[in-house]
Each structure stands twice: as C-alpha cells, then as structure tokens.
T-cell receptor, first 113, second 114 residues
Framework: AQKITQTQPGMFVQEKEAVTLDCTYD???????LFWYKQPSSGEMIFLIY??????QNATEGRYSLNFQKARKSANLVISASQLGDSAMYFC??????????FGAGTRLTVKP | DAGVTQSPTHLIKTRGQQVTLRCSPK?????VSWYQQALGQGPQFIFQ???????QRGNFPDRFSGHQFPNYSSELNVNALLLGDSALYLC?????????????FGPGTRLTVL
C-alpha cells in the first residue's frame, strides 16, 4: 500500500528562522515521485519542490530544500529564512509508478513576527 | 502564460441536483487530474484524463464523471449530489500522465450542497 504521513498538524516558527516539516512515505515500488505543495487560505495548491526516487541529490528551489532520506523513507521540507507569507498549509504528496497522487494530511505552518 | 483556471469559483446546490465544474489546463499541458478536498483534509484523487480518455480513477462512485475536450480542457460532473459532496474541487494539469510530471493546480471550485 502507498501511504504518506505528516505527523505535525501544526508548526510555529519565528520570522527569519528555518523550519523543517516532516513527511514519511511507504511504498515497495522503486519508482516514485515526491512533491511538496503550499496551500494558503485562498485554497490554491502551489507547487514548491519535487524529488524523484532515483535522484542522487536533494532537490532545492530557492528557500525550499527537500531532505530526502531514501532508506528511512522520509522527504522532509526545509524552509530557510521564514517569511510571514510562508504561513499556510503544507502538503507532502507521492506518485508511484504513474498511479494517482496521494497526499498527506498536511501541516499548518504559522510564522511569527 | 496563464496558469490553470477553474470555473465557477463558488457554487451552491441542493441535494439531488447535478453540477458541472470546468478546468482549463496550463499552456502546454495535456493531462488533467481532478481532486476533492474536504475541509481539514488533504486532496483525494478523483480521476485523470489524458488524450481525452479517463486513464485512472480513485475511489469515487459513478456519480462522478468527467470529460476531456480536444483542447485539453476538462469537465467534472457530479450527479445526485449528497451533503457529503460539499468540498473544494481542485483541478491539476501536467505535461504528461507519468509520476515525474509535476501537477500544477488551479484555484479550485468550492461546492456547497444544502
């Protein structure tokens, strides 16, 4: 079975600090893609970063980086230098072998001024 | 370059009615996926359209149906609406249907069933 788990319902971070949002996944298929999305209160899902199962290096996109630990089946999102506009829901998602995308339950991040 | 667009933004229906939601994919994208997001939960996959055919389907009843047009736009139809169908319906498009193709989402249609 394919499963995505986000164990942090809510996280707080001080502005300008770094924060790590946890994500673990479960699949027996060697080919999969991992995604992180941000969902502000407006509802739109904004793509942040992608990591393929065969990628050797951790993905980075600006202030976002993905800490990919394949053996531990974790794909944590690291946001550096947090900004007030980073306050939102964050979803981890996985697609296995061209099948449908599965989402975690999400983590609500609040950035404090 | 226009992103994914969805219409309408909000919709209110009563139980038993039928609804059609529309999605236009991002320029250059040929694959459309639909998701249902209930309040406080992550999105749940409904189905995916590629080359005008339904390629994959999640665990949703036949009341949920769809269509993809030659210009790659798509519709989601829900018949015999139930109160539990109230949710945010998200459309996502990608360059192709594979695992490595990033899906880009539209702003969603918020459906309320009374």
């Amino acid at each position: 079975a394919q499963k995505i788990t986000q164990t942090q319902p809510g996280m707080f971070v001080q502005e300008k600090e770094a924060v790590t949002l946890d994500c673990t996944y479960d699949t027996s298929d060697p080919s999969y893609g991992l995604f992180w999305y941000k969902q502000p209160s407006s509802g739109e899902m904004i793509f942040l970063i992608y990591q393929g199962s065969y990628d050797q290096q951790n993905a980075t996109e600006g202030r976002y980086s993905l800490n990919f630990q394949k053996a531990r089946k974790s794909a944590n999102l690291v946001i550096s230098a947090s900004q007030l506009g980073d306050s939102a829901m964050y979803f981890c998602a996985m697609r296995v072998n061209n099948n449908d995308m599965r989402f975690g339950a999400g983590t609500r991040l609040t950035v404090k001024p | 370059d226009a992103g994914v667009t969805q219409s309408p933004t909000h919709l209110i229906k009563t139980r038993g009615q039928q609804v059609t939601l529309r999605c236009s994919p991002k320029s250059g994208h040929d694959t459309v996926s639909w998701y249902q997001q209930a309040l406080g939960q992550g999105p749940q996959f409904i189905f995916q359209y590629y080359e005008e055919e339904e390629r994959q389907r999640g665990n949703f009843p036949d009341r949920f149906s769809g269509h993809q047009f030659p210009n790659y736009s798509s519709e989601l139809n829900v018949n015999a609406l139930l109160l539990g169908d109230s949710a945010l319906y998200l459309c996502a498009s990608s360059r192709g249907p594979t695992s490595t193709d990033t899906q880009y989402f539209g702003p969603g249609t918020r459906l309320t069933v009374l």
